[in-house]
Each structure stands twice: as C-alpha cells, then as structure tokens.
C-alpha cells in the first residue's frame, strides 16, 4: 500500500501544531487533519498561559520547564506573530498564612529549577502599580509568558510545512493484520500512514476508542473575560496564591481563579473558573460572577472597566492530573498527546518535541512513564 | 401599582423590547390575566419602527414620517390604559446585558443611567423576548467615510431627530426599507440622486404569489413607488455601489449595473455626486439574550413553536428575533406568544382559536418575508468587491486582506477562528457590524455568534450581579 505521509495528526490545536512542527523538523512527512479549523476547539478557547509559576516539583513542571525553553526559541522566528511576551508573573498572597505557604511552594520550586522572587509587601505595587492595597507579599516568576493560542497554533502548522486537512473528520483508525496502525479512516477518504497521533484535546478519548482503547479524557469548563481596550496598567500575569492549590484540587465544586493579564491588543484577560459539568455550553453567571470578584478584589481599578465578552473552553483531563505523551503499547504506530487540562498551551512544545523524538527513533529527553497512555488499565472499548 | 382585580400573586411575565412584538405581547398578555414588565432601552416605548421624535423638539406632525400611525396609537393608548390600571410597569432606558434562570423564574439583567453603569434586576416568572433586529450590513471600498449610514440609520434620523443627515442622497442596496428612506429623505427635502437596489423588486411583484395574498404590501409599495415618481427619483435596479469616494467625507459615489449572475459589469460604471450615502442590506435578528439562555438558535434566528415558545421552558420570543419580516408579522407574533403566555402561566391550555386572525396574519406575513428574502439577496458576489485593503471590521481595523489570509494561509474555517486570528469582531460592536462581511469574505455560512453579553457590562457590577438570586 502506498503512503500518504509518515505521520497523520489528528486534532490542528495548539498540541497538534506542536507535534506537527516538531516531526516536520525531525525530517518526517507529516498530515494534520481536523473535523473543524485550525484552533477550534480548546485552542481557541484558551487564555495562552506559559506557565511554570501554577506547577509543583514532579514530571509536569519538567515537561514545563522543557516547553519553555522551545517557546523562547520559537519566539526568535515566530514571536510577534504569535504574541509572545515573556512577561513574567506575580502570584500575591492576602495574609501572612497564604504568603508562608506560597514562600515554601516557590522554595520547592526553586529546588527544581524554576526562578521564583519572592517580593515583600512593599515591592508588589512597583511590579504591579494598581494592585490591591493591604496584601501580604508576592513570588515573581520571570519564566512565566504567555502567546495568543489560535496565532500561535496557526503559525505553528504553517510554519511546520505539513499539510492541514481541516473540516475532515476522522472516523476510524486503520490497523494492520498485525494490529499496528496504518492510517485513518476519514469522511474524505483514508489517510495512509505508519503513526498516527492523538491530538484531539478534549476528544482524544473519543480518539483512542476508534483505536479500540481507552483513554479517560474529561471535558473541564472553563470561562474566561474579556475587557474592554485599556491602555497597559497590568503588566504581568498576576493571580492569588489559592490558584495554586486549586490547579491541584480534584474537587468537583467550582473554583474561581482569577488570572490577571493585559493583551497586546489592550483589552485584560481573566480566566479562568473550573466546573465539572460535562460539555455544556449555556452561559452561567455565578462561575463568571466569581472571576469578576476575583479580579476586581486584586485590581480594585477594574470596578468600572467593561466586560465586553466572556467565553467559555473544555480543558481535557485525565484522572491523575497528567497528560497522556508517548506511543501507546496497546496499539503499534499510535501515539497520544492529549489531556493537558488548563496547561495545553504552554506544555504543547515539549509535547511535540518528545513525540518527534520518538517518532524519530530517539530516546526522548524527559522519562515519559508519568504520562505514559495506557496507565489508566486497558479497559476495552 | 397593584389592581384590586390582580393579585400580587398572579404570575409576572417579562417583556424585553417594547417594539410592534413587545407592545403587542404586553398588551395581550396583561389582558389576559398577567402582571407584565415591559423592559426597554429606549426613553419612550415604540421601539425602532414607532421611533417618536424627541418631546423636545415639538414636532407638529410626527405621523408623516409613519406609515400605520393608527396601529401605533392603538398600542400606546393600550400601553398607558394598562399602566394606569397597575398591570404593567414600563422600565425605561434599561438596557438589558443578560437573563438568567433561576431555579423557578428568570432574572433580567439591565444597566441604567448615562454611562449604562447602574444595575437593576427584574424577577418574573417568564421571559418574552421582543429584542428586534439590527442592520446588515455590507463593505465597500469607501464605506467608513463620514456621509455613509445605513439606511437605518438614515431613517432613524428622520424619525426621531427630524434633521436632514445631507443635502445630497444616493440610497443604495437592496430590501424593503430602501423605498421609505428614499422618500423619507426626498420628503424632508434632500434630493435623492438616485435608489440603487441590487435587486429587481418589479421582478418579484411578477413572480410572488405570497405578494398577490398581501395586497396592503401592495399598496404600502405603490405609495412609495408614486412618492419615488413625484419626488422624480431615478431608480437604478440591478445596480450596486461599487465605491465610495471622498477626501475628509463622501463626495461621490460609484455605482455600476450587475449582470445576471451578480457580479459587476465594469462597463457600466457611473459617478453620481452626494454627500449622503444610505446604504441598507435588511436586517438580521437579535438573539444574544435568547442564545445566553440557551435556546435552539437555527440559522440566525430564534426558534419558536406555532405558540411562539422556545425549546427553553418559560421563554417566550416574538417579532425580528424570530425571523425578520417586518412590524405587522412581530404585531401578530407578540399578541400570540402574550396569548400563551397568559393562558400557561395561569396553568391553562391556551385555545389557538383564540388568535386564530393572528395566526392567519402570520402564516401570510411569513410567506411574504420568505419571499421578500429570496428577492432581496445581497448580489451573489458582492464579496469580489471588498479589495485587500478595504477595512471590513472598524471596530478593530481589520482589513479584507487579512480576512482572506486567515483563511488561505492560516487555516481559519468559519467566522470564529477568522476572528480569533485578526481580531474581526473582537471590538465594541462584538462582530454585529462586520459579522455578515467576515462570514462572506471567508466563504462560510453565517451563525449566529455566540454572545452571552447582549452588551459590555462593568466588571463591578458583574461581580455581583445576580448574588442574591438561586440560580440552576
């Protein structure tokens, strides 16, 4: 049978972008294909957050840390089209208790190679002039950057040369007498190839079920806001410390964090809550009505600023909090680079980066076994 | 404001837009045993087809720029004899940014003063949705000059601020208003230079059987068509800007004939001087409150049943958010959706042939504006038009050029992606400017955009709106 490409990637999110670009540079022919644009799902629904700042020492901070230092080199070819600032954040504290707990998670940190400030009460508003009056301390975290996610998934493919499919469903995955992959079945005729990864985000379950195993992914909604144009007054990416402690909460119950962020483009950015509730997409206040709250209890100013839309996006994630990387043992030639949850945008370099180099024959430079796909039992579908 | 005849207890509907459809639906609804608020971002109801000139300027004869005076005088009288009796409260100057379900009921969100920076939240029972429509509207190179309006716009000054916007008029585009602004305009004493519809309405009085069964729309055309006579305006059909031209402001515009597959001959191109130019494309539907409560949505406008409901239980939608097709049609949509409002918040099975006149109006009216819609096409390539740098989004600048890379070279596939990748429709409009431009320059359908804010809403009063409500 002839080949259509050496690699089909399933999903043109930021994740799939990724994974493109870094087979494409490892020499191999690559195929994105997805049922809608580039960016239409999560992707575009996101904030853009490169963020080591949110992550506790362990194999997400790795892959973090490694995803950081590939952004900064895109951004040498890529970064105004792409938005790149690397503008650091501060996450603020309110009384002494949360600053303590805040100091010891940024020392542990440290330990692990992320750069952490600690900044005391009387520095926060040269960081940041209109923040709240009366907080306790800060950490500033210079690592922490952020692109707008659809350019930067856009450019990303584009940059890649791989050819992008979009508007193509995929509706099976082609396997082998021997059971290995050998490309995918779409509504637009089959796609011929040896690998095939799956970056289909919130429906990479869906994904690795046409592959006949299974994969826990689960939608997490998320609303984020959008203000009207400001001139600059927030120059970092600026958050309250339980932010922390709620990235790491498997509770079921809402939890507001308000991320704080000008744009380039001028208007602030704040996202985002996190529900559980299954893929609905009706608007509800009291999740937006929190980030409005939260935003304005840091940055009082905000009071009288205009929200001019609020969206809403499906952070995919899997019971252990972890993404699923690397090839799947159940199914030769398939491989998973799904379930970042809220980190997609800012873990989706490194992500690529192992995948090419798996894809490529090569070791890959950070153990995969945290995120290897077929952790969660093999459970058929 | 309580009627000895009306408990406090009797259900509380709320009506958003006090147009023909919100007039028609508090009136029908209060009649028939409910306790309505009528919720409108206007000083005085009327909406924008009744549109009153301010009191303040003291015009004598507001009525010759109407067309069913009569209709709106029985609405008003209606309205004020209902207020009296204490059935309906009228909010004015509410502009109304969200509405929310709550565990029984529904909380209309609005903002009040100047700077729309107050809040104010009604309670009911049920929700009417009476929000009208807005303009289409289409790019041309030229088209963000000052003297270009829609021809609403154009209209809307006539109505309300009785001033003449030019001296100098070209009316241009296609659909129903083009005629009543051309002798809105010539009336007033501008001279119009010339009526540039893109369509043939002659065409469409031949062929339109759902025309023959309207005969007051016959009339209502051959008024204007003889105003147009009188007023010696120059009727261009088939035709369409092609640009406009100016320095500061609009000197000129260049119009050209479009052959039979809508696409400019350029042979035919003509330069007719104006310093007005009112360009209008019809109207598309409000559904940013409907769609934020999560009603099925099918194409741009809301769906409703034969009883006007939604497919949400306690939401009720009338008139140009349900499908545009004119005040008549959201008169005899309002009366049926207060009609069963009514009859089901007082636990009753409404009767249809309660409204049965109503119910034949509509099905009349809904033909017509199907067939109004089908003659009334923007021409089919006027996209080709819209150079590279023409701005397409004002709010944000975006040009025609970058709408067509984000599709060619990014991979944009419909108007949402086009938007996150340049911007178009992230501005003040919130894409109901360029959102029918956009859709037609990436080459995909148009959806209704998904705006859970019917408007900006200051975070402050975000931050607690709806807190003392149960909210599902």
């Known amino acids: 049978m002839r080949l259509t490409c050496d690699v089909v990637v399933i999903g043109a999110g930021m994740a799939g972008a990724a994974c493109a670009l870094y087979a494409s540079r490892a020499g191999l022919d690559v195929v994105v294909v997805d049922r809608g644009p580039v960016a239409g799902g999560t992707t575009g629904a996101g904030e853009g957050n490169l963020l080591v700042s949110d992550k506790e020492p362990g194999p997400e901070l790795e892959l973090a840390l490694l995803s950081g230092r590939l952004w900064t080199g895109l951004a040498g070819e890529l970064g105004d089209r792409i938005e790149y600032e690397p503008k650091g954040g501060v996450v603020v504290a309110a009384d002494p208790e949360g600053l303590a707990a805040l100091e010891r998670f940024a020392a542990g940190q440290r330990a692990a190679g992320v750069t952490a400030e600690n900044v005391g009460a009387d520095q926060l508003h040269e960081l940041e002039p209109h923040l709240a009056p009366g907080l306790a301390g800060g950490v500033r975290y210079p690592q922490d950057a952020q692109v707008m996610p659809t350019l930067a998934a856009a450019h990303l493919v584009r940059a890649s040369g791989a050819r992008l499919s979009t508007g193509r469903t995929v509706t099976g995955v082609l396997r082998g007498a021997s059971g290995a992959v050998r490309g995918v079945r779409t509504d637009h005729g089959e796609i011929h190839a040896p690998a095939v990864v799956n970056a289909a985000g919130t429906w990479g379950g869906e994904v690795a079920a046409l592959a006949g195993v299974h994969l826990p992914v689960l939608p997490r909604r998320g609303f984020v806001l959008v203000t009207e144009p400001l001139p600059p007054r927030v120059r970092h990416k600026v958050y309250a410390a339980d932010y922390v402690a709620d990235v790491a909460s498997d509770s079921a119950t809402l939890q507001t964090s308000p991320v704080v962020e000008g744009t380039a483009a001028g208007p602030v950015l704040i996202g985002a809550s996190r529900e559980r509730v299954g893929f609905d997409r009706s608007f509800s206040l009291p999740p937006v009505r929190a980030l409005a709250a939260g935003a304005t209890r840091l940055f009082p100013f905000l009071s009288g600023v205009r929200a001019m839309r609020t969206y809403l996006g499906f952070r995919p994630y899997l019971p252990d909090r972890l993404p699923a990387i690397g090839p799947d043992p159940r199914v030769p030639g398939l491989l998973h680079a799904c379930g970042h949850e809220g980190a997609g945008i800012g873990l989706a370099t490194g992500t690529g980066q192992l995948i090419a180099q798996v894809l490529s024959g090569k070791s890959p430079e950070l153990d995969l076994t945290p995120f290897r796909p077929e952790r969660f039992g093999e459970e058929t579908v | ?472």
């Not at chain 2, 028939?32 to 919720?39: A, E, F, P, S, Y």
Request: glycine share 12%.
């Open chain 2, 1 to 472: 404001m309580t009627d000895a005849s009306r408990p406090e207890t009797s259900p509380r509907l709320a009506v958003i837009g006090a147009g023909p459809a919100g007039l028609a639906a508090t009136l029908a609804a209060a009649r028939h045993g409910l306790r309505v608020t009528l919720v409108d971002a206007a000083p005085e109801a009327g909406g924008q087809f009744y549109r009153q000139p301010a009191a303040g300027l003291g015009a004598r004869r507001p009525q010759a720029l109407h067309h069913r005076w009569r209709d709106w005088e029985r609405l008003r009288d209606g309205l004020d004899r209902h207020i009296t009796a204490g059935l309906v409260v009228h909010l004015r100057d509410h502009h109304v940014w969200c509405v929310t379900r709550r565990r029984s009921g529904f909380t209309v969100h609005a903002l009040l003063g100047p700077e729309q920076e107050r809040p104010a939240e009604v309670r009911a029972d049920a929700v009417l949705l009476a929000t009208g429509g807005y303009e289409k509207v289409l790019p041309f190179p030229g088209w963000t000059l000052p003297g270009v309006v829609t021809a609403g716009g154009a209209q809307a000054m006539l109505k309300g601020g009785l001033v003449l916007p030019g001296r100098t008029a070209v009316v241009a585009g296609t659909g129903p208003l083009l005629l009543p602004v051309a002798t809105g305009l010539a009336a007033a004493g501008a001279q119009v230079a010339a009526l540039v519809d893109s369509a043939d309405p002659r065409a469409f009085v031949r062929r339109s059987p759902a025309l023959a069964a309207q005969p007051a729309k016959l009339a209502e055309g051959a008024r204007h068509a003889a105003r147009l006579l009188r007023h010696g305006v120059p009727t261009l059909v088939h035709h369409t800007v092609v640009e406009a031209h100016g320095d500061q402001r609009l000197e000129a515009a260049t119009v050209a004939a479009l052959d039979t597959a809508g696409r400019v001959r350029p042979d035919t191109r003509r330069r007719i001087g104006c310093d007005t130019l009112a360009v209008g494309h019809g109207m598309l539907p409000h559904t940013d409150l409907a769609e934020g409560l999560g009603c099925r949505i099918d194409g741009v406008a809301v769906h409703v049943d034969d009883e006007q409901r939604t497919d949400v239980p306690g939401v009720w939608a009338a008139g140009e958010a349900t499908g545009v097709g004119g005040a008549v049609l959201a008169l005899a949509e309002g009366h049926i959706a207060g009609r069963s409002a009514a009859a089901r918040l007082s636990g009753r099975e409404p009767d249809p042939r309660g409204w049965a006149g109503a119910d034949r109006a509509r099905a009349g009216l809904r033909r017509f504006a199907a067939a109004m819609d089908d003659a009334y096409a923007p021409p089919a390539h006027w996209a080709e038009q819209v150079t590279d740098d023409t701005v397409v989004c004002r709010c944000e600048e975006v040009t025609g050029g970058a709408v067509r890379r984000a599709v060619t070279e990014l991979g944009a596939g419909d108007v949402r992606t086009v938007k996150l990748l340049t911007r178009a429709g992230m501005g003040w409009c919130q894409g109901r400017m360029c959102g029918t431009a956009v859709a037609g320059l990436a080459g995909c359908p148009e959806t209704a955009a998904r705006r859970p804010f019917a408007r900006p809403v200051p975070l402050g009063v975000l931050a607690r709106a709806g807190s003392a409500d149960d909210e599902q």
